[in-house]
């Protein structure tokens, strides 16, 4: 069965995702569309709006054959780790092909740039240490470092989803059977664009300023029904919801404490727990923390590893010990998974029992404390198992 992968987060599902998809299975002309998708928190270090659950649900009801998780190790980081973690799972299940939105507005071939990246890599690490502390941003540096090697090669470090592309496909130059890079172009808004501007498109920027605000006039022509009966039903989840738990940790925690805490360096334990102490909500904290040394994004992560607690240890050893776990799937995703259920190099899990509930522990542990902010207990992972969207011809 030819397959074709998507690397999503459908924070919430809007009308350029299901564009996406419908793309993906023409570009690639693809069988199975398998979407590998962020659980209950975000790479930006954010709750998603609505549960895995529900995002899923809504994927398979638009397009979607198979959605599968991009376990929190890989979900909540930079996107060096986050584009590692859906190639890796992607592989994993030997899938034909990658289909990715770009913003971009100049032509890049993706894979001749990953080959580039992966014949070269020692030389561009050499080069990134001498500007890694020269206070530029990330983007910054390596724009310039690209601009020395390359310079024939125009790369774009401003644009998020070009930026995710990019790791895409260093990280799938790596593997002995590269598969197929599709990237299609973003249509109506863009990523960052606060207002409902497009009859059709909206970004989830967009939507979810709209729908924090419970104005849902212009919504319904840029969201498939599915997602505004959800996000109108539901009890939507945002920082500001789980800023007590997250204020409850900084003040309790000892500055040892939370030294030990993944990616806590530089002191910034002095400067999160001073900050919260004065804080009366998530945004007048995050206004006190960040800097421009500290992005918004980079603190929002760290708040998330001090929400959960985590250390580095429960990190890396998901990337050691990685799995496959499935949360939905129509009945060809679940032909696809039968065939590949012995080929793949990773386990591929179904349902939580006591010899699978350790590997996946950090996953759990994220679902329960996403759950504080909601009335459903059935979201906990124990009471789950995968969607299956029966389709109408059965």
Known sequence: MRSCGVIVEYNPFHNGHKYHLEQAKKVSNAECLVAVMSGNFLQRGEPAVLDKWTRANEALQNGADLVIELPFSFAVQASDYFTRGGVKLLQS??????????????????????????????????????????????????????????PEMTLDFSSPNHILGMGYAKENACYKNPMTLFPIKRVGSQYHDENVTDVSFASATAVRKKVFLNDFSELSSVLPDETLMDLKSLELVNWERLWPFLKYQLITQSIEELKLIYQMVEGLEYRLKDAAKGSACFDDFMIKVKSKRYTWTRIQRLCLYVLLQIKEKDVTSVWNETYIRVLGFNSKGRQFLKEKKD?????????????NEKLLSLDIKAGMIYSLVQNNKKEQDYYRSPIYLKEEKE
């Open 93 to 150: 299940l030997d899938v034909d092909s990658l289909c990715f939105g770009t913003d971009i507005q100049s032509k890049l071939d993706y894979e001749a740039f990953g080959k580039f990246h992966h014949d070269n890599k020692e030389r561009i690490d050499e080069l990134f240490q001498t500007k890694k502390n020269n206070g530029q941003s990330y983007p910054q540096q390596m724009t310039e470092v690209y601009r020395e090697i390359y």
């Open 343 to 355: 080929k793949s190099t990773l386990p591929i899990i179904t349902n939580i029992n006591k010899k």
